[in-house]
């Protein structure tokens, strides 16, 4: 599952703490003293409780929020989040958060991947309509460009994001829950297209998920982000052959909830001990 060369950096952070500034008093700090790697072609599913700061930590490795302390590279070169238009030829961002672009062709939205590559009237660029064509060939979405994107079912519009996202062209793709509002069908499709494209385009990816069970047949690598800031991280089946899962998910819980996460847990290692 992994490609060749995973072993240079294409995204390496320092001594990282996260959290929210607070001008005039202490910031909220949510996790610190990340030293977190991701190789080329890597695919890093990022799992937690609620609350632990996932998306926080997606965030600010991506520079949409500044860093409490610490520093992020990418490719060698320091993000920073006053920097956005660099930052976007370096690493693409798929939120979470439903976006109204109701008025945009799949192929508009697309083509706003390339405005880091072009001036302000959109000029710059000779390959942007062939970039986009096999974007939206790579998730299957050929033959969709003149729809529009509100006429989408859920699952086609995600796969219409992530194809903005790769036709950003950049070696690192950073996804905050890309499953969320799926089906289970879709939520399948979208993990395994992440797992294809990874494979085929040697492109390295970072997802956070609630989807225990696909990150775990999906990633090549685990962050587990546990409430109180500690973050565990690993091989899916080593982690899964300890009690790391359990430590992350048990910690607030209500002692009922305890038992049902025991339980959860337990039947996900069966399943995985069968395959």
């Known amino acids: 599952m992994m490609q060749s060369g995973q072993h240079i950096a294409i995204l390496e952070s320092n001594d990282l703490s996260i959290g929210y500034p607070h001008p005039g008093r202490t910031p909220l700090v949510l996790s610190s003293h990340l ?4 190789g080329r072609g890597q695919v890093i599913g990022l799992l937690g409780p609620n ?27 320091p ?10 030829r370096m690493l693409s961002v798929v939120l979470t958060d439903r976006i109204d672009v109701r008025n945009l062709t799949v192929y508009q939205l697309v083509a706003m991947g390339r405005y880091p590559f072009t001036d302000w009237l959109g000029r710059g660029e000779d ?46 793709i950073i996804l905050d829950e890309p499953t969320a509002h799926l089906d289970l069908p879709n939520r399948i499709s979208i993990m395994r297209l992440l797992r294809t ?15 225990l069970d ?6 090549d690598h685990l962050w587990l982000l546990q409430n109180g800031g500690a ?27 305890q038992d049902i996460i025991t339980g959860y847990f337990r039947s996900l290692k069966n399943r995985s001990a069968g395959e």
């Not at 993000?79 to 976007?88: C, D, Y």
């Not at 529009?148 to 690192?172: I, M, W």
């Open 197 to 211: 494209l990874a494979d085929e385009t040697g492109k390295s990816i970072l997802f956070s998920s609630h989807d």
């Open 51 to 77: 609350g632990s700061g996932k998306s926080t930590l997606l965030r600010t490795l991506a520079g949409l929020q500044p860093t409490i302390a610490g520093s992020i590279k990418i490719l060698g070169q």
């Open 35 to 38: 030293n977190l790697n991701i």
């Open 79 to 88: 993000i920073k989040s006053n920097q956005v238009r660099q930052t976007a």
């Open 231 to 257: 973050l565990i991280e690993g091989k899916p089946g080593d982690l899964m052959a300890g009690e790391a899962f359990e430590d992350t998910f048990r910690i607030g819980a209500s002692e009922a909830d």
């Open 127 to 172: 390959q942007g309509p062939e970039r986009i064509m096999t974007a939206l060939g790579q998730v299957r979405l050929a033959g969709y460009g003149n729809r529009y994107f509100n006429e989408l079912s859920d699952g086609e519009q995600q796969r219409a994001l992530l194809a903005k996202a790769l036709v950003q062209d950049t070696a690192l």
């Open 214 to 219: 696909l990150a775990v047949h999906t990633a």
